[in-house]
Structures are given as C-alpha cells and as structure tokens.
C-alpha cells in the first residue's frame, strides 16, 4: 500500500510541469486521531464493549455447564454401562465443539461490528477531509496513520487534522 501511494505521488509530480510542480499543496491528517475525537468513536466503543460483555458472559454460562456437566461424568462413570458412558462423552464432546464454535463465532461477528462500525466513522471522517481539501485546493491529502511518507516538506503541505476535528465539530 505504502509503494502505491509513492509511486502514484512520484508519477503525479512527474507528470506536471517544473513550473507547476513549485506549486502543489497537499494536506495531512491523523484519522486515527480525528475518529477518536468524535462522539460517535466513544458510541462505538461503548457499544462494542456491551456486546463484548454479553459474548463473554454467554461464553462463562456455557462453560460453567461444560464443567458442572463434566464434573457429572467423572462422578458417575466408574458406574455407567459403556452404552452410557460413551453417549455421555460424545455429548460432552458435542457441547465442547459448540462451544469453540460459538467462541470463534463471536470474535468473528465482533469484528465484523466493530468493522461496520468503523467504516461509518471513516466516512464521516472522508467527507470533512475531502470539503477541507476542495475549499483549500490541496492536489491531495495524506493519512499519516500509514507512515507511507516518512517526510513532507512543511512550506508545501499542511496538518489539517485540527482543522477536520473543527469542522466536524461545527
């Protein structure tokens, strides 16, 4: 990611006369740091954070009754019938396959919440950038989140960050 966002400055500056090349602004911002400044970020989060309670309550429930139901088994199994016995271990294995299927489950559908989440954020985020960037006439802005540009001449670019958190503010 970090090549193509370089070699597509390299083959924009290259494409421009030297005349205008003199004259390029860009702009810069942290998104991480704007995301984390808006209301909706902290909505997020506390949102995530309830639905990762309930997940890891669920998760306790369910292995609270593994063990109670396991305890059962190593109590009674020197007086099952192996008919028994076996019917009792293939539903503790059942219940232990459901439940790291539901433990997987549950990190997967985290993810994807905080994913979903997220990219309603970004988007907030884009529209500002993207506002500031027309009404100041940058030839583009960078995200320094991605450290794709170790350094940027500070006469031609501009942090814009505040300038975003402002707008949005507004």
């Given at each position: 990611?970090?090549?193509?966002?370089?070699?597509?400055?390299?083959?924009?500056?290259?494409?421009?006369?030297?005349?205008?090349?003199?004259?390029?602004?860009?702009?810069?911002?942290?998104?991480?740091?704007?995301?984390?400044?808006?209301p909706e970020y902290a909505e997020m989060q506390s949102n995530l954070n309830?639905?990762?309670?309930?997940?890891?309550?669920?998760?306790?429930?369910?292995?609270?009754?593994?063990?109670?139901?396991?305890?059962?088994?190593?109590?009674?199994?020197?007086?099952?019938?192996?008919?028994?016995?076996?019917?009792?271990?293939?539903?503790l294995q059942e219940m232990l396959d459901k439940n790291v299927a539901f433990?997987?489950?549950?990190?997967?559908?985290?993810?994807?919440?905080?994913?979903?989440?997220?990219?309603?954020?970004?988007?907030?985020?884009?529209?500002?950038?993207?506002?500031?960037?027309?009404?100041?006439?940058?030839?583009?802005?960078?995200?320094?989140?991605?450290?794709?540009?170790?350094?940027?001449?500070?006469?031609?670019?501009?942090?814009?960050?505040?300038?975003?958190?402002?707008?949005?503010?507004?």
């Open positions: 990611m970090k090549k193509v966002i370089v070699l597509t400055l390299l083959a924009l500056l290259t494409a421009m006369p030297i005349a205008a090349q003199s004259e390029i602004k860009y702009g810069y911002l942290s998104y991480e740091a704007v995301m984390r400044s808006l309830d639905l990762r309670q309930k997940y890891e309550a669920e998760q306790k429930r369910v292995e609270f009754d593994f063990n109670k139901k396991y305890e059962e088994f190593l109590d009674g199994q020197k007086n099952f019938p192996k008919t028994i016995l076996q019917k009792r271990q293939s539903e433990k997987k489950e549950s990190q997967r559908l985290l993810a994807e919440a905080e994913e979903t989440m997220t990219a309603d954020i970004r988007a907030i985020v884009a529209q500002a950038v993207e506002k500031i960037g027309q009404e100041r006439s940058y030839a583009f802005i960078l995200n320094t989140d991605t450290n794709a540009a170790t350094w940027m001449n500070p006469t031609m670019g501009e942090d814009i960050t505040e300038a975003v958190q402002k707008l949005l503010k507004d």
